[in-house]
Each structure stands twice: as C-alpha cells, then as structure tokens.
C-alpha cells in the first residue's frame, strides 16, 4: 500500500510540475538576437508572474499608428536581484527599452534593459539572451 501512495504521489508532482516545464523556453527557441528593438512607450499591462514577467507596451509609429508590443523579462526573483519591485514599473509611465524581437517579426520582444522616462533610471531585465547581436558569428 506505501508502495502505491509513493508512486501516485510521484506521478502527481511530475504531473503538476510540468506546465511550467512546458511553458519555459530559451531565448533562441523565440527570439532573434540579430533583430535589436529599441522601443519608446507607455506601459499598458504588467504581468508579474513566473516563469517569466511580462510588460506590455504602446508604441507611436512614425506614422502615428499605434502598436501595443509586448515585452518579456525575466522571472520575478531575477528581476529583483537586477534591482526590481512589483513598484519599479506602472501603467502609466514611459519606457524606452533595449532588446531583441521575436524571430516570428510578431510585435513581441525580449527585453535586455528598460529605463524608465521619468526618473533616467536604467535597470536590466534578467534577460535570458545569452549573446548580444555584435557577438553573433
């Protein structure tokens, strides 16, 4: 009977355990460092969640058109250890951000440092991307 009750609850950890498995992914399975974005904007949405936090963002086209792009960084804890708080970012406030675009051309980024308009302040994202586009071979 132990023997049963060890296995169930073995095969529910992994079986909770893998949508977040799941749900991650390295920055070159979707991003493409080779396409650099620096994006300014206002913050529309926050989501301050693991595996990875997400900030989205309307952007004023040349043109005038407006495109809502949205921007990952890295999860909460590394955020934090980069100088973060859920406080650090609003709905609201302008951003200038440094990244690298999906490899789909979608209107979605991977973000390597934002700085935020009002104060200057410059933080990292806890990227995941590994190689910035100069270091590319």
């Known amino acids: 009977m132990k023997a049963k009750i060890a296995a169930f ?11 977040g498995v799941i749900a991650h992914h390295s920055f070159a399975a979707e ?20 595996p990875h936090t997400y900030f989205y963002m309307d952007v004023s086209e040349s043109d005038g058109k407006v495109t809502n792009w949205g921007m990952e960084m890295g999860s909460p804890n590394g955020l934090m250890r980069q100088g973060w708080t859920r406080n650090t970012l609003h709905v609201g406030d302008e951003v200038m951000v440094e990244g690298s675009q999906a490899k789909d051309g979608a209107h979605v980024g991977n973000a390597r440092a934002v700085t935020l308009a009002a104060t200057g302040k410059r933080l990292f994202a806890a990227s995941s991307q590994t190689e910035t586009p100069q270091q590319q071979r």
Do not use: Q, R, Y
Request: glycine residues 10%; aromatic residues 10%.
């Open 9 to 19: 609850s073995a095969v529910l950890g992994f079986v909770l355990a893998t949508p």
């Open 31 to 50: 991003f493409d460092a080779g396409k650099p974005l620096a994006l300014k904007g206002i913050v529309t949405k926050i989501e301050w969640a693991n």
